[in-house]
């Protein structure tokens, strides 16, 4: 299994701001996810950041809107930018293993905009 | 475009009964099928994997089996408890997207004392 947390565990943002959310692994792993829980929504899947490459995106998210940064095989950075209420979401980090491709999920960043 | 659906999207039990929570999806073209607990505001803890080649996995109280013919997956919690209470996830991850795991909408669990 995999141990992840991310930082900050939840913020209040001013519209129009930006913030960048920490998700760090406390093993090495090639795959890495960014998932979005809008209210009372199940999980959207953002993008998929392998090390060394740039981040693939899913479709209605868009680079210029959630940069991500993947520096090394422990760590991710997801950037939320220009803030609006309606990113107001539990912002989740995912790893995949390999072999039995099980996925593990950190606990989330609860971000409110208003 | 592979579809998870979850039934019933809200389940109100008394303490101590055995439950079933119910998972379909339309392609059976899946690596394995996952199980996940969430409790408000946070994040995802993984109950249970089955691969695509497995009929059912156990750990402790929960057993989970797959159908893949039927497009079907059950979650049975035994002698649930108040602190079974929570949602529930089920996701396929389904070949032809990527490999991506495509989530339920989910099972509110409340077990009542």
């Known amino acids: 299994s995999a141990v992840i947390s991310q930082k900050p565990s939840r913020d209040i943002c001013q519209r129009g701001t930006s913030l960048t959310i920490q998700c760090q692994v406390d093993?090495?792993?090639?795959?890495m996810f960014w998932y979005r829980q809008q209210p009372g929504q199940s999980l959207t899947l953002i993008a998929t950041?392998?090390?060394?490459?740039?981040?693939?995106?899913e479709s209605g998210f868009v680079i210029d809107k959630f940069p991500i940064s993947r520096p090394n095989l422990t760590f991710s950075t997801l950037t939320v930018s220009n803030m609006s209420p309606e990113d107001s979401s539990i912002y989740l980090c995912s790893v995949g293993t390999s072999g039995t491709q099980e996925q593990y999920f950190g606990p989330g960043t609860r971000l409110t905009v208003t | 475009k592979q579809e998870v659906t979850q039934i019933p999207a809200a389940l109100s039990v008394p303490e101590g009964e055995n439950l079933v929570l119910n998972c379909s999806f339309t392609?059976?073209?899946?690596?394995?099928l996952q199980w996940f607990r969430q409790d408000p505001g946070k994040g995802l803890t993984s109950l249970l994997l089955i691969q695509s080649s497995q009929r059912e996995q156990t750990s402790g109280r929960l057993n989970a089996s797959l159908d893949k013919s039927s497009g079907r997956s059950t979650l049975y919690i035994a002698a649930s408890q108040p602190g079974d209470s929570a949602t529930y996830l089920c996701?396929?991850?389904?070949?032809?997207?990527?490999?991506?795991?495509?989530f339920g909408q989910g099972t509110e669990l409340s077990v009542k004392p």
């Open positions: 996701a396929a991850r389904t070949f032809n997207q990527g490999g991506k795991l495509i």
């Open positions: 950041a392998n090390q060394g490459s740039e981040a693939t995106y």
């Open positions: 093993s090495q792993v090639t795959m």
């Open positions: 392609d059976s073209a899946i690596y394995n």
